[in-house]
């Protein structure tokens, strides 16, 4: 038997890895073509330029990347939707390039073959990036040439009406990808052509997000003035202190910012200052780099135009999903009964839950007095609702510590003679307060009709035949028979059997055998119980403790709810004896 | 069990007190970004939208965001579902100390639950590390049944990758064919069974999600530290570069030093000295596992090896501390008493120090280099006392 599962599993295996090629095979053919790239180089002359699309499918993605730093406004028409860069937003913008080198991301809505991307050039080209990167401020790039003949890069940098921020700033940002050497230098000019500036600031910032301020102007009003400035890294101190562990650092950009201060200005007017920034020259050990002051219209775009393409399942991906899927369980399960597995959960939660706990049923013990006080409750119930109160002879089968005595007792029951009857000698022993008899509920020492009522709460489960101890309930009973048990059906099969419960009573068999001996059923309850007590009984928890509500509401709730998954069922059975009564002896 | 009964009872007074605490003082997770963005764009997590980790532990906090819109209402669900997930991590490290030690059960598992950066990063961020590591801690205490430990491995697996490394040292330690190949098989079961409906609707995006976790650069390690990168900075963590297979985004955006996302390494060899110390240490670690014969010596033995492939790993943050730990507590569970709680308040201690270059302004005025390079040369050589202390011990 077990070569033939070998066999089987080995086959099984094989199928799976040529259904995983195939697979494989699919995707990575698919991988192959999902990257359509398209290079874009023109020269555009004026503010406008235009890119035919490829014909795109609803999910593609479409990037465009634009290698230019200039601000342009992209109209990507009815049928293109642009994604945000990140939900965040402004503070990633100052630090990755690529967001500086504005690359833009779309989502594609609507197929069509002659969509155009329509770019709209908003600003001359210069070196920089602009950036607002305080306050809301808008600006204006233009050109200007001193009487000495030097060249400027103008910002006109003018705060927006209404806003709360006090501050505004511009910032002039130049990618410079350099790691910071002992010589680092930076030389340059700025000239103040009119408004009234807050500050001019110098920002080296680096890789790990420090911002390294330099300034280079603030409160200018001198209209024409020209501020040169020299810049290494020994000029900034903290606390009279170099830092030098600047020196070796990645630098990402360096930076001019124009800073405005609304408080310099009249309630109702709007701060605005006129900067020209010359040429700056970056010496970094052996290399200079030269930033010129040059605006021109004429834009050189060249952009990379990608279509990636997304992957759409087809029927026969789908299906060979699936199959893979039924043959790794298939797999599974022969490869569970070769390698002997079994699946036994107490086995193997043991040391969590365990069935060898004893469920003592004295309520004032455990909190496995949620199962026995609510079974206990019921058959007082329908005690009184069948019987009565007064009752002459009751005998109790299985009577153990006499807790039901105590029950009855507390309940005002009116028993002339209560009779106990048990195995256990020691329980028999303990519970003192009533008639008891040492016997086994399978052979009862009783004679026929004896008793008015019989009572026998989950006793008969602990027996070998409890046909056979149900008959005898059945003889001595004159005219009521109340009999509980538990249905354990998925608790035993799931492994969590209770050792002591020997044998599974059958409610169908009771009433048949009943019907023989000229029983009728009157009642049949049922009771769900999630859990086994003994989860809870080996816990120990104090059913007086402070969270007992919260167990309790829990404990019921869940019964309620999962009732058909419930471990164990109560069964509560009372019959009554047909026709005439036999006198009570 | 009636320890188990008393460690129950404490942690649900934990649990209570440890929330009026986080509340009051306002410590609770906040969304994080690509849930937001995945939110505002409409795009599904694994479909359409590729997030930073696997589904289990991702799609937990997704579908909280999702179920609640006001901010504060999904910060103080997701705040207890860290904390519901932190008291099973610790009632896992219970359960697999008592195995191996039960007098010290109770006491270390609840000092690893009082540990202030434990609570920290468990509780208030939005990552299910510990739920990975309970995984992990589970399939450790089920070590004799290959079954349930490859199911729990997948289960880890899903929620953080690394719980994947766990199966290494099962597979050196188990003994006969028969229980590898079970633990392979039922790990791939249970990871291939999680993924269907991934693997239906767009599997190369699902595929991404890995892929782009392998191309991740090192952070605040002592490989990193020599490469001479300090942090955990760079491109921005997945938004809208996630919309695309990571290949395709390889295509516009290349690898550079500064990007712990897509990292180039300065030395090249770097990576793969700390994979060979990884799977030297893990291997010889484990073979000693499966030479012991004392079962509990053993799984001593292989928490030694999972605490090694962190310890070698080129990847640090303070949040890796927990992961750390309780197989740190569990490898050293045959030291004397008071050398492994002094061993155990020095990672902690070590791991503050860490946790200021991330929280506290000090750095505004050092630079982040100075106490990050101290935590890290720190706690290299805790590491360095911890793997001699056991060398010691062998070869006595």
């Not at chain 1, 834009?299 to 759409?312: E, I, P, Q, S, W």
């Not at chain 1, 009642?523 to 120990?540: G, H, I, M, Q, T």
């Not at chain 2, 690394?162 to 064919?177: D, F, Q, T, V």
């Amino acid at each position: 038997m077990e070569k033939r599962i070998g066999i089987g599993f080995s086959i099984i295996l094989l199928l799976m890895m040529m259904l995983s090629g195939f697979i494989a095979y699919t995707l990575m053919d698919f991988v192959k073509s999902s990257t359509i790239e398209s290079s874009y180089n023109f020269k555009v002359v004026g503010s406008s330029a235009s890119i035919e699309l490829p014909q795109v499918s609803p999910s593609d993605r479409i990037y465009l990347v634009l290698n230019t730093s200039s601000r342009i406004k992209i109209d990507y028409g009815p049928m293109l939707k642009q994604f945000p860069y990140d939900i965040e937003g402004l503070p990633y913008d100052f630090e990755d390039w690529l967001l500086l080198q504005q690359r833009f991301c779309f989502i594609a809505n609507e197929s069509s073959p002659n969509s155009t991307l329509r770019m709209s050039f908003l600003d001359p080209e210069i070196p920089y990036c602009v950036k607002i990167a305080q306050g809301e401020a808008d600006y204006a790039l233009f050109s200007y040439i001193d009487y000495a003949g030097v060249s400027y890069v103008g910002v006109h940098a003018k705060a927006l009406r209404g806003q709360s921020s006090r501050f505004q700033q511009v910032m002039l940002i130049y990618p410079y990808h350099r790691v910071a050497e002992q010589t680092f230098q930076i030389n340059g000019s700025v000239k103040f052509l009119g408004g009234k500036l807050s500050h001019i600031t110098f920002f080296i910032i680096t890789r790990d997000r420090n911002w390294l301020p330099y300034t280079i102007a603030s409160n200018e009003q001198i209209f024409s003035k020209t501020i040169n400035f020299n810049i290494n890294l020994y000029n900034r101190t903290i606390f009279g202190r170099t830092f030098s562990e600047d020196f070796g650092k990645q630098i990402l950009y360096v930076a001019v910012s124009i800073g405005l201060d609304s408080w310099q200005w009249k309630y109702g007017k709007v701060a605005y200052a006129k900067v020209g920034i010359g040429e700056i020259k970056i010496f970094n050990g052996n290399e200079a780099t030269v930033i010129e002051p040059k605006l021109s219209e004429e834009y050189t775009v060249n952009c990379n135009l990608y279509v990636f393409r997304k992957f759409h399942p087809t029927t026969i991906y789908t299906i060979s999903i699936l199959v893979l899927v039924f043959l790794v369980f298939a797999g599974a399960l022969m490869l569970a009964r070769l390698s002997g597995f079994e699946f036994a959960p107490q086995k193997l939660f043991g040391p969590l839950i365990t069935t060898e706990a004893v469920s003592d049923p004295r309520p004032k013990t455990y909190l496995a007095k949620l199962f026995h006080k609510p079974r206990y409750d019921r058959l007082i119930g329908l005690l009184l609702k069948f019987a009565g109160r007064k009752v002459s002879v009751l005998i109790d089968v299985g009577c153990g510590l006499g807790v039901l005595h105590d029950y009855i007792k507390e309940s005002g029951f009116d028993v002339k003679l209560y009779v106990g009857c048990d195995v256990d000698k020691k329980a028999l022993q303990e519970a003192s307060s009533i008639e008891r008899i040492l016997c086994d509920v399978q052979h009862l020492p009783l004679k026929e009709s004896i008793a008015e009522v019989v009572v026998c709460s989950e006793v008969l489960e602990h027996t070998v035949s409890p046909n056979l101890g149900f008959s005898e309930l059945l003889e001595v009973s004159k005219r009521w028979v109340f009999v509980s048990f538990p249905e354990e059906k998925l608790k035993n099969a799931l492994g969590f059997r209770f050792p002591q419960h020997i044998s599974e009573p059958n409610a169908t068999e009771f009433k048949r055998l009943a019907e023989k001996k000229k029983f009728k059923l009157l009642k049949k309850e049922k009771k769900y119980f999630a859990l086994p007590p003994s989860v809870f009984d080996k816990l120990r928890l104090r059913y007086e403790a402070f969270y007992r509500p919260i167990i309790v509401f829990f404990f019921r709730f869940f019964s309620i709810i999962f009732r058909n998954f419930s471990l164990i069922k109560d069964m509560l059975l009372v019959f009554k004896r047909r026709g005439n009564q036999v006198d009570v002896i | 069990m009636l320890r188990a009964r008393r460690f129950l009872q404490v942690e649900l007074l934990y649990a209570v007190t440890l929330s009026t605490i986080m509340i009051f003082l306002g410590f609770l997770p906040v969304s994080s970004f690509d849930d937001v963005f995945m939110k505002e764009t409409g795009l599904l997590p694994y479909i359409d939208f590729r997030p930073g980790y696997p589904p289990v532990g991702k799609l937990a906090y997704h579908f909280l965001y999702n179920l609640f819109s006001r901010t504060s209402v999904y910060s103080f669900s997701a705040f207890f579902f860290n904390l519901s997930a932190l008291l099973l991590l610790g009632t896992a490290l219970y359960l697999c100390i008592s195995k191996l030690q039960p007098r010290r059960a109770f006491t270390l598992a609840l000092l690893f639950m009082m540990m202030p950066s434990v609570i920290y990063f468990s509780v208030t961020h939005a990552h299910a590390d510990t739920l990975a590591v309970a995984a992990m801690l589970f399939a450790l205490y089920f070590i004799d049944n290959p079954w349930v430990c490859g199911a729990l491995c997948g289960v880890g697996t899903l929620t953080k990758f690394y719980p994947a490394s766990l199966l290494l040292p099962l597979l050196i330690y188990y003994k006969g064919i028969k229980k590898k190949v079970s633990l392979l098989y039922s790990f791939m079961f249970v990871v291939l069974l999680l993924s269907i409906p991934f693997l239906l609707a767009d599997p190369l995006m699902y595929l991404s999600v890995a892929i782009s976790h392998t191309l991740r650069g090192p952070s605040e390690s002592i490989f990193s530290l020599i490469d001479g990168y300090y942090g955990h900075t760079g491109f921005l963590h997945p938004t809208f570069d996630a919309t695309i297979y990571s290949w395709q985004f390889a295509a516009v955006y290349n690898q550079s030093s500064y990007d712990h996302f897509r990292y180039l390494w300065k030395i090249p060899a770097l990576p793969y000295i700390s994979l060979g110390l990884q799977m030297i240490f893990m291997i010889t670690i484990s073979w000693i596992a499966k030479k012991r014969q004392d079962q509990k010596e053993s799984m001593m033995f292989i928490s030694l090896a999972i605490f090694s492939y962190f310890a070698f790993s080129t990847f640090y943050n303070p949040i890796i501390h927990l992961i750390q730990v309780p197989f740190l507590v569990l490898a050293t569970l045959n030291w004397d008493n008071r050398a492994q709680i002094g061993m155990i308040f020095a990672f902690e201690t070590v791991n503050i120090v860490h946790s200021l270059v991330w929280f506290t302004p000090i750095f505004l005025y050092t630079g982040t280099q100075l106490p990050l390079a101290l935590a890290v040369v720190l706690r290299t050589i805790l590491y360095v006392a911890v793997f001699l202390n056991f060398a010691k011990r062998r070869t006595a």
